[in-house]
């Protein structure tokens, strides 16, 4: 009797794990929510006076954004080196990881408990050469003069913010695989097979390819990774213009386009329509899928 009593609590618990943990989520996503409201008008005044990005977004996903920045914001601690901290610090860093994750489900990065905001271009490990950011298992690192040039457009095709949470997104789903999302991990096997050529022919070309990217690009694929990401947000005209598979590949693996705004749409997010679901469920059964765990299994 008692086994019949301890097995159906076992079941029990099981089947309500899950319906409780969503309901739990839920309960605490609302009073996030409700806490957020409060706020909204100075998250809005501080993103839109330095987000070309946020400004071209519909009002719809204009709270989604402002949401997502609170949200990702109050699930890390922020540290302040050498540089007198400010409350727009952290909304501003938090915005830049929401620009690159917006069409995607997952967007927290929540590997990373810690961001470390400097003052100017820092010396890391061993290596000569001055650092605008790094990511590494201690943190995500960012110099602030450097990332204020990047979301102010002060520097062509560079921006350090995206260019650090890009090697972020890669590492919570390729290395410690804390947080993947399924959109994200199933397509980058698809823009590594536009990519891998592209970023072979700059590192091994006889001559070496030379393209937008940059010869930046070409130290090892992560780099090449996160600076197309950079380049994609910034200079998506050029982007498209002349390396349009790339581009595809980009958007499609980050289920957004930025020259959306320019087509007259009001969302940022790729929409599935019929002719395309039907293209890329074509595609799917055609792609062979490697694997990419090596491909960003380490980030700098
Ligand atoms: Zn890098």
């Known amino acids: 009797m008692e086994i019949v009593v301890i097995i159906s609590l076992v079941i029990g618990i099981l089947l309500l794990n899950r319906p409780v943990t969503v309901l739990c989520q839920r309960l605490y996503t609302r009073h996030q929510f409700k806490r957020f409201i409060a706020r909204e008008t100075f998250y809005h005044s501080v993103i839109s006076r330095h987000f070309r990005y946020y400004n071209r977004l519909g009002l719809e996903e204009q709270r989604k954004f402002l949401f997502r920045t609170y949200l990702f914001q109050h699930a890390k601690n922020f540290h302040y080196i050498e540089v007198e901290p400010s409350a727009e610090m ?28 400097l003052r100017d271009d820092y010396h890391y490990g061993y290596y000569s050469r001055p650092f605008m950011g790094h990511v590494d298992q201690t943190g995500i690192y960012l110099s602030w003069d450097n990332f204020i040039k990047g979301i ?12 650090e949470m890009a090697h972020a997104l890669a590492y919570v789903n390729f290395v410690t695989q804390t947080e993947e999302d399924k959109h994200f991990k199933k397509e980058f096997p698809n823009f590594s097979k536009v990519a891998r050529p592209i970023f072979t022919s700059m590192q091994q070309g006889e001559p070496r390819a030379k393209n937008l ?25 050029a982007f498209r213009h002349e390396m349009p598979d790339l581009y595809e590949a980009m958007a ?15 969302t940022i997010i790729r929409r599935p329509v019929a002719t395309k679901a039907k293209i890329s469920e074509k595609a799917k059964i055609t792609a062979n899928t490697p694997t990419t765990a090596k491909e960003v299994s380490k980030t700098a």
């Open 252 to 266: 499609c693996v980050l289920n957004q386009d930025p020259l959306n705004f320019i087509a007259g749409n009001t």
């Open 152 to 163: 102010s457009g002060q520097t062509a095709n560079c921006n350090v913010g995206l260019h």
């Open 213 to 237: 990217l940059g010869d930046y690009a070409a130290t090892n694929y992560h780099e090449f990774w996160a600076v197309a990401v950079e380049v994609f947000f910034e200079s998506p005209v």
């Open 90 to 117: 952290p909304i501003l860093v938090s915005a830049a990881a929401v620009q690159l994750t917006f069409g995607l489900e997952k967007f927290k990065l929540n590997y990373f408990d810690d961001i470390f905001i």
